[in-house]
């Protein structure tokens, strides 16, 4: 465990190559993301970094990695503890765990939290993918036995599979009222003119595609509410050099929709392994009536096992109940809970389940 200052050019390219091969795929916890969060949004925050080493007898491979932030005792969990990095556009939480050595890395982990030389006594997670790569401790006795994880609640996330974005296109289309609502407006826009689609990666994803999507970012409700990436000091830094950061490594793409030439809705996304990861998206609001998002969402449905066949699903980072589930039909379980570790962190979880019932006792349909 050391923070994130002393992380140098050496690490950082470690970082890069465990994201790479990590059994599962996380673009908010690789360092394209975090290190722009830190330098325009969270200059004040001063992070930790677990990282877990492999010694081969020649040299130690980096297999694991968390970015933390350290906290102390807490109504819902009493003893110090660590808390998973997020800045305000962190969509999901987790661990790097090398695919072929995910085992060992939380062999250590546990180990790491059950030593009595240890301080922290657990790691809070907020909205990591349930039924993922840390939850593999369940299945190992010898790791189950150092640490425990305690849920404190989870929800159902939108995700769209490529290989089967044909069927899901059919089901969208065909769904009543909304499917004909599409295509009605798919032919309003059309009267207007040439309406065109495109989608752009790799060297495609120049400075001039990440302006025209961050100045339609920029309007509607997020500019009169101060939440759009323009608005808000340094947020809009962020997002030019963390695109940057991926577009050179070819693990960014944006789509966007178009008429007579001009872009009218952009979406905005990042690669991590073998997942894509939705970001933000924008539109102009002169077309307000005809949905130019969601024409935008339905064009990159059509499109995706054309140009995303490589990618096993893409991550909404939405919200239950939010607009795309109406287009991405499928859904994984996020859950946001605790990671405990040693005695103390153990003792504490049978009082905090027991909370956490009278919570939801006393206020139905509410999580902790």
Same mark, same amino acid.
């Given at each position: 465990m050391f923070p994130i200052s002393r992380a140098d050019e050496h690490f950082v390219d470690a970082w890069v190559d465990l994201e790479g091969r990590a059994v599962e795929g996380n673009a908010f916890l690789s360092p394209h993301f975090v290190l722009p969060a830190l330098r325009f949004l969270d200059p004040r925050?001063?992070?930790?970094? #677990? @990282?877990? $080493?492999? =010694?081969?007898?020649?040299? +130690?491979?980096?297999?694991?990695?968390?970015?933390?932030?350290a906290r102390p005792p807490a109504v819902r969990f009493p003893l110090p503890h660590l808390e998973a990095y997020r800045c305000p556009h962190t969509f999901l939480t987790g661990l790097l765990l090398d695919r072929d050595n !995910?085992?060992?890395?939380?062999?250590? #982990?546990? @180990?790491?939290?059950?030593?009595?030389?240890?301080?922290?006594c657990g790691i809070e997670f907020q909205d990591r993918m349930a039924d993922g790569a840390l939850? !593999?401790? $369940?299945? +190992?006795? @010898?790791?189950?036995?150092?640490?425990? /994880?305690?849920? $404190?609640y989870r929800h159902r996330r939108a995700i769209l599979l490529p290989k089967a974005a044909s069927e899901t296109l059919a089901?969208?289309?065909? +769904?009543?009222?909304?499917?004909?609502?599409?295509?009605?407006?798919? *032919? *309003?826009?059309?009267?207007?003119?040439?309406?065109? /689609? *495109?989608?752009?990666?790799?060297?495609?994803?120049t400075p001039e595609c990440i302006e025209t999507f961050l100045r339609l970012e920029d309007q509607g409700w997020k500019a009169e509410?101060?939440?759009?990436?323009l608005s808000r000091p340094g947020h809009a830094e962020f997002c030019r050099e963390m695109f940057k950061r991926f577009a050179a490594d070819g693990r960014a793409f944006f789509t966007e929709l178009t008429l007579n030439g001009h872009v009218i809705a952009s979406t905005s996304n990042l690669i991590s392994g073998d997942?894509?990861? @939705?970001?933000?998206?924008?539109? =102009?609001?002169?077309?307000?009536?005809?949905?130019?998002?969601?024409?935008?969402?339905?064009?990159?449905? *059509? $499109?995706?096992?054309?140009?995303?066949?490589?990618?096993?699903f893409i991550d909404s980072g939405a919200v239950e109940g939010s607009f795309i589930e109406r287009l991405w039909r499928d859904s994984r379980q996020a859950t946001t809970g605790i990671l405990t570790g040693g005695y103390a962190g153990a003792a504490v979880l049978p009082a905090i389940s027991i909370a956490r019932r009278l919570k939801r006792g006393m206020c139905p349909g509410q999580s902790m």
């Amino acid at each position: 465990m050391f923070p994130i200052s002393r992380a140098d050019e050496h690490f950082v390219d470690a970082w890069v190559d465990l994201e790479g091969r990590a059994v599962e795929g996380n673009a908010f916890l690789s360092p394209h993301f975090v290190l722009p969060a830190l330098r325009f949004l969270d200059p004040r925050k001063r992070p930790l970094v #677990l @990282a877990v $080493y492999r =010694n081969d007898g020649a040299c +130690d491979h980096l297999i694991g990695l968390g970015v933390f932030i350290a906290r102390p005792p807490a109504v819902r969990f009493p003893l110090p503890h660590l808390e998973a990095y997020r800045c305000p556009h962190t969509f999901l939480t987790g661990l790097l765990l090398d695919r072929d050595n !995910q085992w060992l890395t939380l062999e250590g #982990l546990g @180990a790491y939290l059950s030593s009595p030389t240890v301080q922290w006594c657990g790691i809070e997670f907020q909205d990591r993918m349930a039924d993922g790569a840390l939850d !593999q401790i $369940y299945q +190992d006795e @010898a790791i189950t036995s150092m640490v425990r /994880w305690c849920e $404190y609640y989870r929800h159902r996330r939108a995700i769209l599979l490529p290989k089967a974005a044909s069927e899901t296109l059919a089901t969208v289309l065909a +769904d009543g009222s909304f499917g004909k609502d599409l295509r009605r407006k798919r *032919r *309003r826009l059309e009267e207007r003119g040439e309406v065109g /689609w *495109r989608f752009r990666t790799g060297r495609d994803v120049t400075p001039e595609c990440i302006e025209t999507f961050l100045r339609l970012e920029d309007q509607g409700w997020k500019a009169e509410d101060g939440k759009s990436m323009l608005s808000r000091p340094g947020h809009a830094e962020f997002c030019r050099e963390m695109f940057k950061r991926f577009a050179a490594d070819g693990r960014a793409f944006f789509t966007e929709l178009t008429l007579n030439g001009h872009v009218i809705a952009s979406t905005s996304n990042l690669i991590s392994g073998d997942i894509g990861f @939705a970001f933000k998206i924008g539109w =102009n609001t002169e077309f307000a009536a005809v949905s130019p998002g969601l024409l935008n969402e339905l064009e990159l449905i *059509r $499109y995706a096992g054309e140009h995303l066949s490589s990618l096993k699903f893409i991550d909404s980072g939405a919200v239950e109940g939010s607009f795309i589930e109406r287009l991405w039909r499928d859904s994984r379980q996020a859950t946001t809970g605790i990671l405990t570790g040693g005695y103390a962190g153990a003792a504490v979880l049978p009082a905090i389940s027991i909370a956490r019932r009278l919570k939801r006792g006393m206020c139905p349909g509410q999580s902790m």
